[in-house]
Nanobody, 123 residues
């Protein structure tokens, strides 16, 4: 299973971005796909997770109501819609796969990782 993120960039505070996580080498039907972020000098933080078999989602308190995780019709892409972005949301964002989301927000159980995409939030 290979994962590749895209969609990062520079956005003003209050703006929106949609990150994509494209999978290849396997279908995502039986995985949990997590989104994590890490800002310079800070620990990696779990942002959201979606359990692909039933689309159950989880969110960090810091992003609830602003971020939405979803999957495309083909089921091999996971999206993270980020609205109302704040400067503290700036980080490198990674998607990762585990057998489900039971380990979220801890990142250690997620075995497959993408290379990440950078999100900058600045005026």
């Amino acid at each position: 299973l290979q994962l590749v993120e895209s969609g990062g960039g520079l956005v003003q505070p209050g703006g929106s971005l949609r990150l994509s996580c494209a999978a290849s080498g396997a279908t995502l039907d039986n995985y949990g796909i997590g989104w994590f972020r890490q800002a310079p000098g800070k620990k990696r933080e779990g942002v959201s997770c979606i359990r692909m078999r039933d689309l159950q989602t989880s969110y960090a308190d810091s992003v609830k109501g602003r971020f939405t995780v979803s999957t495309g019709n083909a089921g091999n892409t996971v999206y993270l819609q980020m609205n109302g972005l704040k400067p503290e949301d700036a980080a490198d964002y990674y998607c990762a796969a585990d057998w489900d989301c039971s380990g979220f927000p801890v990142s250690l159980t997620f075995a497959f990782w993408g290379p990440g995409t950078s999100v900058n939030v600045s005026a």
